[in-house]
């Protein structure tokens, strides 16, 4: 019953937050890394994938910066390794994590890292 309980309030979560990004803007919803973790490069099982996929359903646009993915896309969704053109191009910014790279776009900044520390 527990680990059912803790499965059902992550994907609350992770709806609670596709909804709240949805009324914040019309415009491109940029996802800053598909990792779950600073300094890493494991991003199979990441929460925002489930957040991307539902965005996409409901017909938002979405673009992702993620360098250390090459390809051109990630599940259909646009790929970009160009952080400029990212934060350009992105209305909202999701990040799991906040980095430093993205201290000038702050007020397009969307995260759960409070504190800004892993």
């Known amino acids: 019953n527990l680990v059912e309980a803790i499965v059902k309030s992550n994907?609350?979560?992770k709806m609670?937050?596709?909804?709240d990004v949805m009324n914040r803007t019309d415009?491109?919803?940029g996802f800053y890394r598909l990792t779950m973790k600073s300094n890493s490069d494991n991003f199979?099982?990441?929460a925002v994938q489930d957040i991307i996929k539902f965005l996409v359903e409901n017909g938002r646009d979405v673009i992702i910066y993620e360098p250390a993915l090459n390809a051109p896309d990630f599940n259909g969704v646009p790929v970009t390794t160009d952080l400029d053109s990212?934060?350009?191009?992105s209305a909202i910014i999701?990040?799991?994590r906040m980095s430093d790279e993205l201290n000038d776009v702050m007020?397009?900044?969307y995260t759960r890292?409070?504190?800004f520390r892993d």
């Open 16 to 19: 609670f937050i596709a909804y």
């Open 86 to 89: 990212f934060k350009e191009n």
């Open 44 to 46: 199979r099982s990441s």
């Open 113 to 115: 890292d409070l504190f």
């Open 107 to 109: 007020d397009k900044v």
């Open 94 to 96: 999701l990040s799991n």
């Open 11 to 13: 994907m609350t979560r």
């Open 27 to 29: 415009g491109t919803i």
